[in-house]
């Protein structure tokens, strides 16, 4: 039997949408860097959608672990929370999905066990999991290793993820549910 929650746990975390969004859009935005490059394996072809797709954009707030989270505060309040409760450090990646086009399905490649994502856009896709279909989230645990995707929309959609690469997707969960 299919449970949601070995997909996706909805999270009740406090944080003030418009301030997340304004400090995400600082950011410098690059085209998603080429999967076959980051995986070190010769199995993705450069011919793939996730071959640097100019319609899937990402920005990092601490991908050298060194960010100055001076002009960031409510990013910074945030990461120090689920860091805390979670009991590892985190990634921080802002992705923008551009307006009418899709994510295809996927399972996150990169040293990412776990995800906590917080949907930044005030209207946006829902998320696509294999096995459940489609769910609307504010912020969520995702389990990243299972098939997922975006459908279109017309609206930007913009995600706060805070990448999780120390623990397993049910050992993040049990941080929350116990």
């Not at 409510?74 to 990646?93: Q, W």
């Amino acid at each position: 039997m299919v449970n949601e929650i070995d997909y996706i746990y909805h999270i009740d975390l406090e944080y003030n949408r418009e301030k997340l969004l304004q400090e995400a859009l600082q950011l410098n935005f690059n085209a998603f860097p080429s999967l076959s490059a980051i995986s070190k394996t010769k199995n993705i072809p450069t011919t793939s959608w996730f071959d640097k797709p100019p319609t899937w954009l990402s920005g990092f707030f601490n991908e050298d672990k060194r960010v100055n989270f001076d002009q960031f505060p409510e990013t910074a309040t945030l990461h120090s929370y689920i860091e805390n409760k979670i009991g590892c450090s985190t990634t921080i990646r802002v992705y923008k999905q551009q307006e009418n086009t899709e994510l295809p399905m996927h399972r996150d490649l990169l040293d990412t066990r776990a995800s906590i994502n917080v949907v930044l856009s005030e209207r946006s896709a829902p998320i696509t999991m294999e096995d459940i279909g489609d769910t609307y989230y504010d912020a969520a645990l995702i389990n990243i290793r299972l098939l997922h995707g975006v459908k279109k929309h017309p609206d930007l959609r913009v995600v706060l993820k805070f990448s999780i690469s120390d623990k397993e997707y049910q050992d993040v969960l049990e941080c929350f549910v116990r």
